[in-house]
């Protein structure tokens, strides 16, 4: 029974860690290397699965200047070639003959242009534009935590010092700080986060605030309802009576007592963040173009469900639930790993 209660927390750490790995290497990891992953050729336009390709490479006219390798980490490497896809090629005096793969026609390449040749395997097949959807799925991934993470921040930076004051002094700064709260929460959290991307604009920039600032009311109410329990502790009855300022005692002795039910509701805005980005990408107030993000990846290609190539929906469709499976399984192991009376039974 042990093993079994354990069995959702060693998943989820799975997931996340892998997640994770993805999201710091993805241009490293990715068979697309270039900036968003977005080296298009309509030629391989939604190709199946495991579809094996032979391409040659020709010298561009101006190679592009060689990345250092921080750069690369960040936002990818510019194509070094021009990748051309063929379904034969044949040496001849002075070059190459090549069938183009889109035409079928023949096309002589120059010895002196000619790089190599070479056959990839696209192991998720295309897009509806030709691009390797494995490399735009890790991409994607980096947007996801990236949006989580920073929304999570946001949401801390705002919600902790709020619920902090709220509990600690009461009177008329609790009753502000709750109206606040409740206007906040008596909005569906997806119409707050469009209303906020509209008056800020489209952006990947702009859906980190709009996450953030919807997801610090029920940060605020935790913290405050932890504050008014712990207030009247002895130890902070002692902290007042040595003389020490409400800052210090907030943040010395009343925060270390709410940091775990804190974490456990990180956890899960985690998740929240990450499907509150997907749809709206969904809709069109996500990061935009050429910015992959599972929902977007969603959105472009969910009329091919009719089409018998609903794998092209179906791959960021498990990503997000499997990330936001393993966010709330992670939540609630650290809430039962925090909890006094699961402890003691």
């Given at each position: 029974m042990s093993a079994f209660k354990k069995a959702p927390?060693?998943?989820?750490?799975?997931?996340?860690?892998?997640?994770?790995?993805?999201a710091v290497f993805a241009y490293l990891i990715s068979p697309d290397?270039?900036?968003?992953?977005?080296?298009?050729?309509?030629?391989?336009?939604?190709?199946?699965?495991?579809?094996?390709?032979?391409?040659?490479?020709?010298?561009k006219e101006t190679p592009p200047a060689e990345t250092p390798f921080w750069e690369r980490l960040i936002n990818g490497t510019p194509a070094q070639t021009e990748a051309l896809p063929i379904r034969e090629v044949e040496r001849?005096?002075?070059?190459?003959?090549?069938?183009?793969?889109?035409?079928?026609?023949?096309r002589i390449i120059p010895e002196s242009k000619f790089i190599r040749t070479e056959k990839?395997?696209?192991?998720?097949?295309?897009d509806r534009y030709g691009r390797d959807v494995l490399s735009r799925l890790?991409?994607?991934?980096?947007?996801?935590?990236l949006i989580?993470?920073?929304?999570?921040?946001?949401?801390?930076?705002?919600?902790?010092?709020?619920?902090?004051?709220?509990?600690?002094?009461?009177?008329?700064?609790?009753?502000?700080?709750?109206?606040?709260?409740?206007?906040m929460w008596s909005v569906p959290g997806l119409l707050l986060v469009i209303a906020f991307t509209l008056a800020l604009g489209k952006g990947l920039f702009q859906v980190f605030l709009a996450i953030g600032l919807t997801m610090w009311v029920e940060v605020a109410r935790l913290v405050r309802g932890q504050v008014k329990s712990l207030r009247s502790r002895s130890y902070v009855e002692v902290?007042?009576?040595?003389?020490?300022?409400p800052g210090r005692i907030m943040i010395r002795h009343i925060l270390p007592g709410v940091l775990h039910p804190v974490i456990v509701v990180?956890?899960?805005?985690?998740?929240?963040?990450?499907?509150?980005?997907?749809g709206l990408s969904f809709l069109g107030y996500g990061a935009q173009p050429p910015t992959p993000t599972w929902g977007g990846m969603v959105k472009d290609h969910w009329p091919f469900l009719l089409m018998g190539k609903a794998h092209l929906v179906l791959w960021p469709g498990l990503c997000i639930v499997l990330l936001v499976l393993a966010c709330m399984f992670l939540g609630n192991a650290l809430r039962d790993q925090t909890d006094p009376r699961k402890q003691l039974s």
């Open positions: 927390g060693i998943f989820a750490l799975s997931v996340i860690g892998l997640m994770a790995f993805i290397t270039s900036p968003s992953a977005n080296t298009m050729n309509l030629a391989l336009a939604t190709i199946p699965p495991g579809s094996k390709i032979e391409f040659v490479h020709i010298k001849i005096e002075g070059g190459y003959q090549v069938v183009d793969f889109a035409t079928n026609m023949p990839k395997t696209f192991i998720l097949g295309t890790f991409i994607a991934t980096r947007v996801s935590f989580g993470s920073i929304a999570v921040l946001i949401s801390l930076l705002i919600g902790v010092p709020l619920g902090l004051i709220a509990g600690y002094y009461g009177g008329i700064a609790d009753r502000a700080i709750m109206w606040l709260v409740n206007v902290a007042k009576m040595m003389g020490f300022p990180s956890a899960a805005n985690f998740a929240t963040a990450i499907l509150l980005e997907s």
